[in-house]
């Protein structure tokens, strides 16, 4: 099993619609979440960090947090198609190390 | 502007030869990092330094060599070693290691 776990899509998503990006992940002991968004060819840059149970909202992004069944989403309200991108998942566990899962693919449709 | 810049953007290493890529940082962070990516996969973890003069192996350091003598400086080497070093490779730092951490623009390493 991998530590922290995305599905590669794509996600494909009309303009204007939600997009919902899912991860889980292993370590039952992490205290930080993050999600990355990474244009092709360039390096992630962070969208939404979280640490507690619940929903945090910023602007059109909502990250969701369930501890107890080892799961972390990102939602995207009214999805353009500048969205379109790769969203990194990322936790930091035990080690004190981030790790990062493999990314899912977004494409949002004029 | 506080940021965090790596260069070249572009670098190409023929076989045997060690290249070394830079990293600098103004945000007064204690921690850096280097990963590396590669198309399918996530990032994945280099060395790190926690602070100036110390640093510890990641996942995949073999190959790798870094220095951290100042504070917002922490360059990667790619040895002859490093059998495989086509990659893209990034740069992050952050306030301590377990803080939010931040990227740099990365480096593309080719190899002729």
């Known amino acids: 099993q991998k530590e922290v776990e995305q599905n590669s899509g794509p996600l494909s998503v009309p303009e204007g619609a939600i997009a919902s990006l899912n991860c889980t992940y292993s370590d039952r002991v992490s205290q930080s979440f993050f999600w990355y968004r990474q244009y092709s060819g360039k390096s992630p840059e962070l969208i939404m960090s979280i640490y507690s149970n619940g929903d945090k909202e910023d602007g059109r992004f909502t990250a969701q947090l369930n501890k107890a069944s080892q799961y972390v989403s990102l939602l995207i309200r009214d999805s353009q198609p500048s969205d379109s991108a790769t969203y990194l998942c990322?936790?930091?566990?035990?080690?004190?190390?981030?790790?990062f899962g493999t990314g899912t693919l977004l494409a949002v449709q004029p | 502007d506080g940021g965090i810049t790596q260069s070249p953007k572009y670098l190409f290493r023929k076989e045997g030869q060690n290249v070394t890529l830079s990293c600098e940082q103004n945000?007064?962070?204690?921690?850096m990092y280097w990963y590396r990516q590669d198309p399918g996969q996530g990032l994945r973890l280099i060395y790190y330094s926690q602070i100036v003069n110390d640093f510890q192996k990641g996942d995949i350091a073999e190959g790798y060599s870094v220095s951290r003598e100042k504070k917002e400086s922490f360059p990667l080497t790619v040895t002859s070693a490093q059998k495989n070093p086509t990659a893209f490779y990034l740069c992050?730092?952050?306030?301590?290691?377990?803080?939010?951490?931040?990227f740099g623009p990365g480096t593309r390493l080719l190899v002729l």
């Open positions: 945000l007064n962070h204690d921690a």
């Open positions: 990322a936790v930091i566990g035990a080690t004190n190390k981030l790790i």
């Open positions: 992050a730092s952050s306030i301590s290691v377990k803080e939010t951490q931040y």
